[in-house]
């Protein structure tokens, strides 16, 4: 069998903590031929959807040397037996252009995991306005003057551009806060950029929740992300420190409710951020966390999510 992973470099890869690293161990203990490309690498030639891809070898878990590469190949994506999108985001118009040329390839016989369209619908802030049962008081706009009201109304409220990661241009603003005006400026780009307003929610000094869900289930553990003191952002990237912990009854109904429709829309892999009773995102692109469950639990997540994918092809 082939695999084709479409990722940021592999020598980028923090082994310790990278998701995308263990699927890859994953595979490579199931004697899976193993390619790699970037998603700026994926083109059309004549009429079909090809990547110039580099075949490696997983040859070593505990060091930076890894892997090991081949000479590139160019294939059409119809010939792997599945396709891995885990390129991280920003979702710029390189990767929308990426997503497209992966719903062209699906078309023509391609296995993607997750679907061109489903990364293309599911906006990770936006996509919880589709289940607004679980989600704070929020407004999308590019008007300052908008999130000025809604700070006006809520007095506490968070900032966030529709396309960021990793809690980066973040911003917590209060009603009397001294930098409003020019954090909006810089966040909004002078009207000219969409953001995400919402009411902000106290629980967030306990930490947010990453509840993954593979293939229509939600797992049985949660990632806590705790925020160091003094911080808003839980955001692993932010310095937030995981621990992991099973669902409570309110994740789950959130997790459960979610999961059977975004199996519907292509999404075989998606990681929830919960704070307190809330759904604040719904990552699809490349959601993290299987590392910090695994290593704090006796729990597979790598192997449930590649058993999920050889059970959908």
Same mark, same amino acid.
């Not at 936006?126 to 809604?150: G, P, R």
């Given at each position: 069998?082939?695999? %084709?992973?479409i ?7 923090? &082994? ?5 690293f ?8 199931r004697?899976?031929n193993?390619?790699?490309c %970037?998603s700026?690498k994926?083109?059309?030639q004549?009429?079909?959807v090809?990547a110039?891809?580099?075949p490696?070898?997983f040859i070593n878990e ?7 590469l081949?000479?590139q190949?160019?294939?059409?994506l119809?010939?792997? @037996?599945a396709? &891995? ?9 390189q990767?929308?252009?990426s997503?497209q040329?992966l719903t062209l390839a $699906?078309k023509?016989? /391609?296995?993607?995991f997750?679907?061109?369209? /489903?990364m293309?619908?599911?906006n990770e #802030?936006?996509a919880?306005?589709?289940?607004s049962?679980?989600t !704070?008081?929020?407004?999308v ?5 908008e ?5 006006e $109304?809520?007095? @506490?409220?968070?900032?966030?551009p %529709?396309?960021g990661m990793?809690?980066m241009e !973040?911003y ?6 001294y930098?409003?005006?020019s954090?909006?400026?810089s966040l909004?780009?002078y009207?000219?950029r969409t &953001?995400?307003a919402?009411?902000y929610?106290?629980?967030i000094?306990?930490? @947010?929740?990453? %509840?993954l869900?593979?293939?229509g289930?939600?797992i049985?553990y949660? *990632?806590?992300r !705790?925020? #160091?003191s003094?911080? +808003?952002r839980?955001n692993?990237?932010?310095g937030g420190k995981?621990?992991?912990m099973? *669902?409570t009854s309110r $994740?789950?109904?959130i997790?459960s ?5 975004l ?5 075989l *892999? /998606?990681?929830?951020?919960?704070i307190g009773?809330?759904l604040t995102?719904?990552?699809? +692109?490349?959601p +993290?966390g299987f590392q910090e469950?695994?290593q704090?639990k006796d729990?597979?997540v /790598?192997?449930?999510f590649?058993d999920?994918?050889?059970a959908n092809?």
């Amino acid at each position: 069998m082939k695999v %084709l992973i479409i990722a940021d470099p592999l020598a980028s890869f923090k &082994i310790y903590k990278d998701t995308t690293f263990v699927i890859i161990r994953e595979l490579a203990k199931r004697g899976i031929n193993l390619f790699h490309c %970037l998603s700026s690498k994926l083109s059309i030639q004549n009429h079909q959807v090809v990547a110039c891809s580099t075949p490696f070898r997983f040859i070593n878990e505990n060091t930076n040397s890894w892997f090991q590469l081949s000479e590139q190949l160019l294939f059409p994506l119809y010939d792997f @037996d599945a396709v &891995i999108m885990r390129t991280d985001p920003p979702f710029d118009l390189q990767y929308l252009y990426s997503t497209q040329l992966l719903t062209l390839a $699906e078309k023509q016989g /391609a296995k993607v995991f997750n679907s061109g369209q /489903a990364m293309r619908d599911y906006n990770e #802030k936006l996509a919880i306005l589709n289940f607004s049962e679980f989600t !704070i008081d929020t407004i999308v706009t590019t008007e300052s003057s908008e999130v000025e009201k809604f700070l006006e $109304e809520y007095q @506490d409220i968070i900032v966030k551009p %529709l396309d960021g990661m990793g809690g980066m241009e !973040i911003y917590r603003l209060t009603k009397n806060g001294y930098n409003n005006q020019s954090i909006l400026e810089s966040l909004m780009r002078y009207n000219t950029r969409t &953001i995400m307003a919402q009411r902000y929610i106290p629980e967030i000094t306990k930490g @947010d929740k990453r %509840l993954l869900i593979i293939d229509g289930k939600p797992i049985d553990y949660a *990632l806590a992300r !705790i925020p #160091k003191s003094g911080e +808003t952002r839980a955001n692993l990237a932010a310095g937030g420190k995981g621990i992991v912990m099973p *669902l409570t009854s309110r $994740e789950l109904e959130i997790a459960s409710t979610l999961a059977p429709r975004l199996k519907k829309n292509g999404i075989l *892999l /998606a990681g929830l951020d919960i704070i307190g009773n809330y759904l604040t995102e719904v990552n699809v +692109t490349s959601p +993290t966390g299987f590392q910090e469950i695994m290593q704090q639990k006796d729990y597979d997540v /790598a192997k449930l999510f590649v058993d999920a994918i050889f059970a959908n092809l």
